[in-house]
């Protein structure tokens, strides 16, 4: 589009006199859509920070020769707060997304330090439009939907300055980029946000390990990426050393092998035994049996006798994910207080592993809901929430070890001093990382 054209946008008189229809405001929106899409393609950032500035938090006529007032005039069309709150939303992550796409991250916390720096003390007391625009843009800023678009700005900042939450910052962008609610642009910019977080983290645990068992002088150089201090090392050697034929995955493919050709209630109950196969806590498991079991049973019984397919399978999980973790987008399920009031953490994870394991496409769905629990306990303090703190912990590093493609492996350094114990003595071995060979 040629700076004539974005004139003309500029320049064209409101389309409607009277009150707006739905597929008018439609209309409206796509016109300003269309132009700031426009401008950040050929726009320097700072030009197109300083236009979206007078466009939405101003809302006055620009005196500049790049502009002129056809475009505030569209704007002020929109006499719904709900409309102007998806407008603004939407040109927010129009920006964030092109700026997400060519690593321009510091426009990004500008485009959210416009709206933190905010002054709604204007004397306008003629304008009453402008009056109400400026309280809409007050009620964003108190809104979930500003703190959605602060964490864009948020994740490059230093974790340890900030509430605990902001450490988790990859599955709340994950909740975001499978919310169908949301524009097309805040889902993709949160995709990707949430894969360079998760890429970060995964270089940054594969290197920590790497230098933490290396006497060179550059051991220090990686931080520990995680909040479990000592222990890190100790919880992956007892999370690798599930390897080979019993390997997790392996168990997986024999399973789907196994009730590819079952009815939806047969594999609804190979399911439940598949869960808690090589658990060894039995209060786990009996805990399992007794609330899990009879909700998975009943769960679309119209569909008992249908043969289990990709679809079933993946609606199947994502529901037993619910029942672990959250059931109504809000509140921690029974289930999930329980288990992990019994203290039993690392077990938990390892059954939502498994639940992976055999349905990859869950994993969206999983990470949403561990954003939910963290929605849920983020107004305690961590203090308070150190029982969760510790479960999602060692879910990231689970997840990280196993359902990445970075491959650990366990490599034993020196001989047990007692070679009969069948005890696994993690002190005996050292951790290896590298790329998968599909992923090489």
């Given at each position: 589009?040629?700076?004539?054209?974005?004139?003309?946008?500029?320049?064209?008189?409101?389309?409607?006199?009277?009150?707006?229809?739905?597929?008018?405001?439609?209309?409206?929106?796509?016109?300003?859509?269309?132009?700031?899409?426009?401008?950040?393609?050929?726009?320097?950032?700072?030009?197109?920070?300083?236009?979206?500035?007078?466009?939405?938090?101003?809302?006055?006529?620009?005196?500049?020769?790049?502009?002129?007032?056809?475009?505030?005039?569209?704007?002020?069309?929109?006499?719904?707060e709900?409309?102007?709150?998806?407008?603004?939303?939407?040109?927010?992550?129009?920006?964030?997304?092109?700026?997400?796409?060519?690593?321009?991250?510091?426009?990004?916390?500008?485009?959210?330090?416009l709206f933190?720096?905010?002054?709604?003390?204007?004397?306008?007391?003629n304008?009453?439009?402008?009056?109400?625009?400026?309280?809409?843009?007050?009620?964003?800023?108190?809104?979930?939907?500003?703190?959605?678009?602060?964490?864009?700005?948020s994740?490059?900042?230093?974790?340890?300055?900030?509430?605990?939450?902001?450490?988790?910052?990859?599955?709340?962008?994950?909740?975001?980029?499978?919310?169908?609610?949301?524009?097309?642009?805040?889902?993709?910019?949160?995709?990707?946000?949430?894969?360079?977080?998760?890429?970060?983290?995964?270089?940054?645990?594969?290197?920590?390990?790497?230098?933490?068992?290396?006497?060179?002088?550059?051991?220090?150089?990686?931080?520990?990426?995680?909040i479990?201090?000592?222990?890190?090392?100790?919880?992956?050697?007892?999370?690798?050393?599930?390897?080979?034929?019993?390997?997790?995955?392996?168990?997986?493919?024999?399973?789907?092998?196994?009730?590819?050709?079952?009815?939806?209630?047969?594999?609804?109950?190979?399911?439940?035994?598949?869960?808690?196969?090589?658990?060894?806590?039995?209060?786990?498991?009996e805990?399992?049996?007794?609330?899990?079991?009879?909700?998975?049973?009943?769960?679309?019984?119209?569909y008992?006798?249908?043969?289990?397919?990709?679809?079933?399978?993946?609606?199947?999980c994502n529901r037993?994910?619910?029942?672990?973790?959250?059931?109504?987008?809000?509140?921690?399920?029974?289930?999930?207080?329980?288990?992990?009031?019994?203290?039993?953490?690392?077990?938990?994870?390892?059954?939502?592993?498994?639940?992976?394991?055999?349905?990859p496409?869950?994993?969206s769905?999983?990470?949403?809901?561990?954003?939910?629990?963290?929605?849920?306990?983020?107004?305690?303090?961590?203090?308070?929430c150190?029982?969760?703190?510790?479960?999602?912990?060692?879910?990231?590093?689970?997840?990280?070890?196993?359902?990445?493609?970075?491959?650990?492996?366990?490599?034993?350094?020196?001989?047990?001093?007692?070679?009969?114990?069948?005890?696994?003595?993690?002190?005996?071995?050292?951790?290896?990382?590298?790329?998968?060979?599909?992923?090489?």
């Amino acid at each position: 589009m040629t700076a004539n054209s974005l004139q003309s946008i500029h320049d064209e008189q409101p389309l409607f006199k009277e009150k707006l229809k739905n597929s008018d405001i439609q209309v409206v929106q796509e016109k300003i859509y269309i132009f700031l899409i426009e401008i950040v393609k050929v726009w320097s950032p700072e030009d197109v920070l300083r236009e979206f500035k007078r466009l939405f938090l101003e809302n006055l006529d620009s005196v500049s020769l790049d502009s002129a007032p056809g475009i505030y005039r569209l704007l002020n069309l929109i006499d719904n707060e709900q409309d102007f709150r998806n407008t603004l939303k939407r040109c927010c992550y129009i920006l964030v997304n092109n700026w997400e796409n060519h690593r321009k991250y510091k426009y990004i916390q500008e485009l959210v330090q416009l709206f933190i720096d905010y002054k709604s003390n204007r004397q306008e007391k003629n304008n009453r439009k402008n009056s109400i625009h400026r309280n809409w843009i007050k009620n964003f800023i108190k809104s979930q939907d500003f703190q959605e678009l602060k964490l864009f700005a948020s994740r490059n900042e230093d974790k340890t300055k900030n509430h605990w939450s902001n450490r988790y910052t990859s599955y709340l962008l994950v909740a975001q980029s499978v919310d169908n609610n949301n524009s097309q642009e805040q889902q993709e910019a949160a995709r990707k946000a949430s894969k360079q977080l998760k890429d970060k983290y995964k270089f940054e645990l594969a290197m920590y390990i790497a230098r933490s068992q290396s006497n060179t002088s550059g051991k220090t150089r990686y931080q520990n990426p995680s909040i479990l201090g000592d222990e890190l090392l100790r919880l992956i050697k007892a999370i690798v050393v599930k390897k080979g034929v019993f390997s997790y995955e392996n168990i997986a493919n024999i399973f789907l092998k196994q009730t590819a050709n079952q009815t939806f209630s047969s594999f609804k109950k190979s399911l439940q035994k598949y869960l808690i196969f090589s658990v060894q806590q039995q209060q786990f498991i009996e805990t399992l049996n007794q609330q899990l079991l009879d909700k998975i049973l009943s769960w679309k019984s119209e569909y008992d006798e249908d043969i289990i397919d990709k679809d079933l399978l993946l609606r199947t999980c994502n529901r037993v994910i619910d029942y672990l973790t959250i059931e109504n987008k809000q509140e921690p399920s029974p289930l999930f207080v329980l288990l992990l009031s019994q203290g039993h953490p690392l077990t938990l994870v390892i059954v939502l592993l498994k639940i992976i394991f055999i349905c990859p496409n869950s994993r969206s769905h999983l990470e949403a809901r561990i954003a939910h629990l963290i929605r849920h306990y983020e107004q305690h303090s961590e203090e308070e929430c150190k029982w969760l703190i510790n479960f999602i912990e060692i879910f990231r590093i689970t997840f990280a070890i196993y359902a990445e493609n970075v491959e650990y492996n366990l490599i034993k350094v020196e001989e047990d001093q007692h070679a009969c114990e069948p005890q696994f003595n993690p002190d005996a071995y050292r951790v290896f990382s590298q790329l998968k060979a599909d992923a090489q």
